[in-house]
């Protein structure tokens, strides 16, 4: 991972800044949330670093310190929080239209919400054709976008009195889109923003205004905004984390859980069909063709990485898989997500597995939120550069280095976590072996 076991991480000094392009119903669950933490309302549920705990040396030592105790994360009290929307609607009066929290729970931290407000965002229709903004940055070329979220960033930084700061998109899933040319490296994208090339999604300006401004950042949508060679190479060069892309909440979740017991236990799949009722904005705006392709060409890679049909063909080949998202308003932020999982055993037996899971989409990701931006900060602290596949646990389609495949399992995405926490600290690495001496 380029640094040395064991070395020295800088320590947690002063504010850390947490930019969030896009302050709609996830940005605002994990804002409201941690303030309702820090004032000892409710607790942190779902979330690794401040409910974990990491075993350390052998299980005969019996040391399970907390996550938070064993790495030194920034502290909740130190958290600022600021960003980007293309509706001018504060925090309070975001999280109130997204419905996510109660009222009661909101008017409790009503005066702090307020004063979280967005900076104007950039934004094309095209990419996000359900939506049409009113706080939006007009310029006379993408470069000048960029140049513009970079003087916010500036700005933003010295008004809050920020010494580090992380950027998580929580902003709308843009339409699909593969890398082309303007994205093959960073000279490229460069004269792309001088010429405005269509190719250049709003989301990628911000990614390339964040790491141009020295902040870590990764994306929790599945658009395509970091993931490219410009964008790799950059975060090299300024020696920054990335990480992406999609967060992992509620179905593939699920799906990355039963997928590596099917296999564990050579189970054969013939079909896995999903879908979905959600009644939120992200829900209307996955409601257009070009926006769902992205979610569910990101939906859809988990269960092949897992499986591996190339070397299990008499179980997984041509499975069948289906992925539907259906917005229907009445359910609001309350997914409801089913699963028929079609798959067989001894014999070529056929057996079914249901899943209906009733999950709320932004009180899933919100802690995951709050992980990325401290988990970044560590690993920006400790001078890790590029992408950060140990934490591949959070995300529906992990980042890799270029040329690896996805660890998609979730149990060794989060060995991988754990065992990367391990190393920055020189303890030994927990491998589970079965030995008298190591297990
Ligand atoms: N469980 C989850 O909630 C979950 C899981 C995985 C991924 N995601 C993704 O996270 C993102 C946020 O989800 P949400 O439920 O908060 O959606 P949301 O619609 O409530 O919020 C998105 C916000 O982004 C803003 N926005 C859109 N384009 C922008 C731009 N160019 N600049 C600045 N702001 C912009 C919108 O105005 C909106 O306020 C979505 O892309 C969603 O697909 C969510």
């Known amino acids: 991972m380029g640094i040395q076991r064991g070395s020295e991480i800088k320590p947690a000094h002063g504010k850390l800044g947490v930019l969030l392009p896009g302050m709609g119903a996830v940005a605002t669950t994990f804002i409201a949330g941690v303030e309702a933490v820090r004032r000892g309302l409710a607790q942190p ?3 690794l670093t401040q409910l974990g705990t990491i075993r350390i040396g052998k299980r005969t030592e019996n040391k399970n310190p907390k996550i938070s105790d064993f790495v030194p994360l920034a502290g909740l009290d130190d958290l ?6 293309i509706f001018t609607d504060d925090a309070y009066e975001a999280a109130a239209h997204a419905g996510v929290l109660k009222p009661e729970t909101l008017a409790q931290i009503k005066p702090f919400l307020q ?11 095209q990419w996000v054709k359900k939506l049409h903004g009113t706080h939006v940055k007009t310029g006379t070329s993408k ?12 700005a933003w930084k010295q008004q809050n009195d920020i010494s580090r700061c992380v950027a998580i998109w929580c902003g709308s899933t843009e339409v699909y889109q593969v890398p082309s040319a303007v994205h093959a490296s960073l000279a490229a994208f460069e004269a792309g923003l001088d010429a405005s090339d269509e190719a250049i999604a709003p989301s990628a300006i911000y990614a390339y205004a964040l790491l141009k401004s020295g902040v870590a950042y990764a994306n929790g949508a599945p658009n395509l905004s970091l993931d490219f060679p410009a964008m790799h190479e950059l975060a090299k060069q300024q020696g920054l984390p990335i990480a992406g892309k999609d967060f992992k909440t509620g179905q593939t979740l699920m799906k990355t859980v039963i997928a590596p017991m099917l296999k564990a ?3 054969g799949l013939t079909g896995w069909y999903s879908t979905n009722i959600l009644g939120n904005r992200d829900g209307e705006v996955l409601d257009d063709p070009d926006s769902f392709k992205t979610k569910e060409m990101s939906k859809l890679g988990a269960l092949e990485y897992i499986l591996q049909p190339h070397l299990y063909p008499e179980l997984y080949k041509e499975f069948h898989h289906v992925v539907r998202i259906n917005y229907y308003p009445p359910r609001g932020d309350n997914k409801e997500g089913w699963d028929n999982i079609d798959i067989f055993g001894w014999l070529g037996y056929p057996m079914q597995i249901k899943v ?20 970044l900060d560590l690993a920006q602290r400790s001078g890790m550069a590029g992408v950060q596949e140990w934490l591949s646990f959070y995300f529906k389609t992990p980042m890799t280095v270029p040329g690896l495949y996805p660890e998609h399992d979730l149990f060794i995405q989060l060995m991988k976590l754990k065992n990367t926490l391990r190393y920055l600290r020189g303890e030994e690495l927990i491998t589970h072996l079965g030995t008298e001496y190591y297990d």
Do not use: H, N, T, Y
């Open 265 to 267: 236990r050579m189970l």
């Open 356 to 375: 209906d899971f009733l999950c709320r989409d932004s009180i899933l990701a919100a802690p995951i939120v709050l992980d990325l931006a401290l988990f």
């Open 115 to 125: 004063s979280v407000r967005p900076m104007a965002g950039v934004f094309e229709p």
């Open 45 to 47: 549920v779902g979330s």
């Open 80 to 85: 600022v929080f600021g960003g980007w929307d």
């Open 143 to 154: 470069r000048d976008l960029a140049e513009q979220l970079i003087a916010d960033i500036a």
